[in-house]
């Protein structure tokens, strides 16, 4: 008996020193793996910090990085970054340059440990040591509308619905042909122009006193040192890029009767560009764009139509993304009617619900533009030399830009929206009956 539990001690004993030597492993191999995620996880963190610092800095108007030209790039290697314990490379790549605006790939290798982790980034930055990009000719300060000679407010308006909300400036004089004008905001009359009725403003009704401006101009009146000068921005003329998709819409291009139609942005490649021969919405129907989600607010849409009529019914962009990570889509048209005949008229509208900022359409002709009757357009328009006329109910909820020689907005029709103005550099602005801004 004594033999067999000498045998079976030593048995269980040789068990008892494999089974701590296995779980001695396993604690090894688990520790080895927990040191090993850790270094990944701290490589991770220096790199992605070390590109946001990057961007950051590249980010600002005044830096301290020497951009490499294009095609070419610049390395920075073994870099310390002690509150990680760790090192990172970076490269930049200069992929190309437009003006001052460099497009840049940015790559950022963190390093812990002997552990790398590579991230990288591709955008826009503007690169001028100097200062900031200078502003758009269409930037005009806090003022809602500006105007380079006489601005003419007549009849129409009502204090508790204001025909603009926002400062009024020009370069002249204001002429008030009517009680009932109304302007939220203060107005700025020209440098050599007294800051007073009898100076700024030229009184046309014989028996409104000077004390009755204070109701016409919530915020007073001034006049302003130096006349501010306004310039037509360049237009981006109709021409086909080298690298675009073709799509064919509707029956022809037509969509007239039956149910809502509908078509696709589906991207290729690089490329963000589209072409369509012909556009014609018939009958009110309703033609959706379809904008997958693959764009994103980094991205730059660009359709080029020919022929784009909306004789009467609706064109609306589904975008498929989050909402807050929409792509711009810019409209290039070589030839654009709205109505029968182009007259205007119908039951129109273009981005119906959506955003302004998401849409812009751009215009070549000298054509004159009729938005007329109860139009919904949210979207931005650059006419290059069109009048632009609204009446109706017409609403056009983005910014005009035109370099046209009359902007008229009457009856009930309305532009704008928050951070919205009209640039019209060229044109005389009529502003009345009922019209508003």
């Given at each position: 008996m004594g033999k067999y539990a000498i045998v079976?001690?030593?048995?269980?004993?040789?068990?008892?020193?494999?089974?701590?030597?296995?779980?001695?492993?396993?604690?090894?191999?688990?520790e080895t793996r927990v040191s090993n995620a850790y270094s990944y996880n701290q490589a991770n963190n220096i790199a992605q910090s070390a590109l946001m610092a990057t961007i950051r800095e590249l980010g600002t108007f005044r830096h301290d990085y020497e951009l490499p030209s294009e095609g070419e790039n610049i390395v920075l290697t073994d870099q310390n970054w002690e509150g990680l314990n760790g090192t990172f490379d970076l490269e930049v790549q200069t992929i190309q340059i437009v003006d001052d605006y460099y497009t840049l790939r940015i790559i950022s290798n963190g390093i812990f440990e002997g552990v790398n982790y590579v991230a990288e980034v591709h955008g826009e930055f503007f690169n001028n040591p100097t200062g900031p990009p200078p502003p758009p000719p269409w930037d005009i300060g806090d003022y809602a509308a500006f105007g380079d000679e006489e601005i003419i407010l007549g009849?129409?308006?009502?204090?508790?619905?204001?025909?603009?909300?926002?400062?009024?400036?020009?370069?002249?004089?204001?002429?008030?042909?009517?009680?009932?004008?109304?302007?939220?905001g203060k107005?700025?009359?020209?440098?050599?122009?007294?800051?007073?009725?009898?100076?700024?403003?030229?009184?046309?009704?014989?028996?409104?006193?000077?004390d009755h401006y204070t109701n016409l101009f919530e915020e007073g009146l001034e006049a302003h040192q130096e006349n501010v000068e306004l310039e037509m921005p360049e237009f981006p003329d109709y021409n086909l890029p080298d690298n675009y998709q073709t799509i064919t819409v509707g029956d022809g291009g037509v969509f007239s009767g039956g149910s809502p139609g509908s078509f696709t942005l589906n991207p290729s490649g690089s490329?963000?560009?589209?072409?369509?021969?012909?556009?014609?919405?018939?009958?009110?129907?309703?033609?959706?764009?379809?904008?997958?989600?693959?764009?994103?607010?980094?991205?730059?849409?660009h359709i080029y139509m020919d022929n784009f009529k909306l004789t009467e019914g609706h064109l609306d962009f589904n975008f498929l993304g989050s909402e807050d990570d929409r792509p711009t889509i810019h409209m290039h048209v070589d030839h654009f009617s709205m109505g029968h005949n182009g007259e205007g008229g119908g039951s129109n509208?273009?981005?119906?619900?959506?955003?302004?900022n998401n849409l812009i359409l751009y215009d070549g002709r000298s054509t004159r533009l009729n938005f007329d009757g109860d139009k919904e357009f949210n979207m931005g328009l650059f006419a290059k030399q069109a009048e632009?006329?609204?009446?109706?109910?017409?609403?056009?909820?983005?910014?005009?830009?035109?370099?046209?020689?009359?902007?008229?907005?009457?009856?009930?029709?309305?532009?704008?929206?928050?951070g919205q103005l009209i640039y019209a550099p060229n044109a005389l602005v009529h502003l009345k009956a009922s019209g508003s801004v």
């Open positions: 079976l001690v030593g048995t269980l004993f040789v068990f008892i020193f494999t089974y701590t030597m296995a779980l001695k492993n396993v604690t090894i191999d688990a009849g129409g308006g009502h204090p508790d619905e204001p025909w603009m909300i926002g400062n009024l400036g020009t370069n002249d004089r204001v002429t008030v042909s009517a009680w009932d004008a109304h302007i939220r107005v700025s009359v020209g440098s050599g122009h007294q800051a007073d009725p009898t100076g700024g403003v030229n009184q046309t009704i014989d028996d409104m006193p000077d490329s963000n560009n589209f072409h369509i021969s012909n556009l014609e919405i018939l009958s009110n129907l309703n033609v959706a764009v379809n904008v997958p989600a693959s764009f994103t607010a980094d991205d730059d849409i509208s273009i981005n119906h619900g959506g955003d302004a632009v006329h609204m009446r109706g109910d017409a609403h056009v909820s983005g910014s005009i830009i035109t370099g046209g020689s009359h902007v008229v907005v009457e009856g009930h029709a309305s532009t704008g929206s928050s």
